[in-house]
């Protein structure tokens, strides 16, 4: 579970959800741009930060309504071809705010929906990570979520790690007598 | 309001790099502390005479502004936390003196806490006669060839002193020779 100083987790709950008030609050007009008053109606739908509506939800003072992300396009998105569907950019922290999402609204899919995405994008993932190169970064990696790019950067450094300990250097003495040198294409 | 500016504040410190920090940002600090105070303001005016009991508009909407004081709060908490962790990280992989960038980028109270961290390693390592600090990666061999890089002069070693003048080549203890290889003014000379 990420901690209080995460900071990972900290920006993860700055995402914006879209919510409808079953109360009415004062003195909090700043929520809510179309509002005269300094106040916000009771079924009023507002966008708020998903650290608010998480804690306002709890005391059942508002409902989540399910953010775009997690609806019908994308699901209709991530069924045609999963490993092409851009969350880097859109939704940097799909996986996390999915699993924090999930207790809240009633929606009983979203659990395997993320599951099956994953596992979608996880076998192309899988193998590009292997065959990258340390320095070039292959447009692929700018649509992995904040999760995924860093699974991809533990096996990037670790096929490098790998590589180095192939040609590593075992002290010995070199020899002068050149012999027959076997080529390893190893670059 | 409502936080915004304290995720800022983190987005411009998760965007450095692993191990090095942007400048302190002092302004956005203090317009986090200002907007808690805001916050604090209107609670106290919506709490003001009320029964707590009774869960009202104006119940709720204190209650928005204590959550926004808590996770302001929060943010500027792993905002320090995260500076104090890459600034003891320093000690270890710069050294007992911060190049000039790096403490340009400190504020007063992050220099003090550098300098009170690096007091305590020192009685530490005193007490244990053993510095710590030298030997990250294990060696392979305790001598190593260096190249001198800048100007450092007369430097005394063990039992005998040497003359450390740029580009020249030494063969030196590798416990000797990390602090400056650490600091850039050798490197190392691989054959």
């Known amino acids: 579970m990420p901690g209080y100083y995460d900071i990972s987790d900290?920006?993860?709950?700055?995402?914006?959800?879209?919510?409808?008030f079953h109360v009415g609050a004062n003195g909090v007009g700043l929520l809510d741009p179309g509002t005269e008053t300094n106040s916000v109606e009771k079924g009023a739908k507002i966008d708020l930060p998903f650290w608010l509506a998480h804690e306002l939800c709890r005391r059942r003072a508002v409902s989540i309504t399910i953010p775009s992300c997690f609806g019908q396009k994308m699901k209709k998105d991530v069924q045609a071809d999963a490993a092409c569907v851009d969350l880097g950019t859109r939704?940097?922290?799909?996986?996390?705010?999915?699993?924090?999402?999930?207790?809240?609204?009633?929606?009983?899919?979203?659990?395997?929906?993320?599951?099956?995405?994953?596992?979608?994008?996880?076998?192309?993932?899988?193998?590009?990570?292997?065959?990258?190169?340390?320095?070039?970064?292959?447009?692929?990696?700018?649509?992995?979520?904040?999760?995924?790019?860093?699974?991809?950067?533990?096996?990037?450094?670790?096929m490098v790690e790998f590589k180095k300990w192939r040609v590593r250097d075992l002290g010995l003495m070199k020899t002068t007598i050149v012999g027959h040198k076997r080529k390893t294409d190893l670059h | 309001m409502y936080a915004r500016?304290?995720?800022?504040?983190?987005?411009?410190?998760?965007?450095?790099?692993?191990?090095?920090?942007p400048p302190y940002n002092g302004d956005k600090f203090d317009q986090v502390?200002?907007?808690?105070?805001e916050h604090s303001r209107q609670f106290q005016s919506l709490i003001r005479d009320k029964d707590i009991e009774?869960?009202?508009?104006?119940?709720?909407?204190?209650?928005?502004?204590?959550?926004?004081?808590?996770?302001?709060?929060?943010?500027?908490?792993?905002?320090?936390?995260?500076?104090?962790?890459?600034?003891?990280?320093?000690?270890w992989n710069v050294g007992r003196v911060l190049p000039r960038e790096i403490q340009d980028k400190l504020n007063f109270s992050e220099q003090e806490y550098f300098k009170d961290y690096c007091g305590v390693i020192d009685s530490y390592m005193k007490d244990l006669d053993l510095d710590l600090t030298v030997d990250m990666v294990p060696p392979k061999d305790p001598y190593i060839?260096?190249?001198?890089?800048?100007?450092?002069?007369?430097?005394?070693?063990?039992?005998?002193?040497?003359?450390?003048?740029?580009?020249?080549?030494?063969?030196?203890?590798?416990?000797?020779?990390?602090?400056?290889?650490?600091?850039g003014l050798m490197e190392e000379f691989v054959e």
């Open chain 1, 10 to 20: 900290i920006l993860m709950e700055d995402e914006a959800v879209s919510v409808v």
């Open chain 1, 91 to 158: 939704y940097p922290y799909f996986y996390e705010f999915g699993c924090k999402l999930f207790p809240l609204v009633g929606d009983k899919s979203i659990g395997p929906f993320l599951r099956h995405t994953f596992a979608n994008r996880y076998k192309e993932m899988l193998s590009k990570s292997h065959t990258a190169s340390l320095n070039a970064i292959p447009k692929f990696v700018l649509r992995l979520s904040k999760e995924e790019y860093q699974l991809f950067e533990a096996a990037r450094s670790s």
């Open chain 2, 5 to 21: 500016r304290a995720a800022q504040l983190l987005q411009e410190l998760s965007s450095c790099e692993e191990g090095q920090l």
């Open chain 2, 33 to 37: 502390i200002r907007e808690c105070e």
């Open chain 2, 54 to 91: 009774t869960k009202n508009e104006d119940h709720y909407g204190s209650f928005i502004h204590h959550l926004s004081i808590i996770r302001n709060k929060r943010c500027l908490m792993a905002y320090m936390y995260k500076r104090a962790e890459v600034i003891q990280s320093y000690r």
């Open chain 2, 145 to 183: 060839r260096v190249r001198v890089l800048s100007e450092i002069g007369e430097v005394s070693l063990g039992d005998h002193a040497v003359s450390l003048t740029k580009d020249s080549f030494h063969f030196l203890r590798r416990t000797d020779a990390e602090p400056f290889i650490s600091q």
